[in-house]
């Protein structure tokens, strides 16, 4: 039987079975990688061990469909033939064992996992999760929406302040980078424009139409 074929991948490394210039071997393959934070704080099921032995998750992008078994020969030639284990393809999100490298799923935070700090994520030959981030519609619908109340509510007036802002806050508002917003208002330029402008008229007048405590309709100022 054909064995499946597929192009993204997740693997466990362990720090005790690869070199120590093991990320720059990992980068001479040429294809996009992210590397968790070593996972020292993973609580063990095993009686009289409190933790499971120190690992990385690694996320592998491969050029072409491949197998598992070509993954996992190619990684163990540059490697050693005990650096990695449980090689599998990835075949829901890829978002989501992302956010796995920390714990930061749903799952893991459902299981209480400790979490740990996504700036320590090594990213190798350009790895950019936005990448393979997909929305359905109802995710866009959701995202819009709440583009649009920052709009309103802080008073942007065009794309570059919401840029900025979006770099600055976004992770508070649980909105992803601007290139994942961006792939959402090309097909509403007409609304975030409409939008912006309202801004901007309000600014040019100092004053806004509608009492925003009352919902009294204003005269426009002469």
Known sequence: MAKDKARYFTFLLYPE?????????????????????LHNKDKSIVEGQEYKKEHYHVIYVAKNPVTVDSISKKVKSILGDKSLSHVQIIRQSIENVYLYLTHESKDAIAK?????NKKDIKLINNFDIDRYVSLDAEDKDEMLNVVCDLIDDYGLANIRELRRFIRSHGEKHNLP??????????????????????????????????????GEVKPPIK
């Open 177 to 214: 980078t601007m290139h994942v917003i961006n792939k959402v208002l090309r097909s509403h330029t007409g609304l975030i424009r409409l939008y912006f402008d309202g801004v901007y008229q309000e600014r040019k007048y100092k004053e806004s139409y509608v009492d925003v405590k009352t």
């Open 112 to 116: 209480n996992k400790y979490k740990y």
């Open 17 to 37: 079975s690869i070199p120590e210039d093991w990320e720059m071997k990992l980068e001479s393959i040429g294809v996009p990688i992210a590397i968790s934070p």
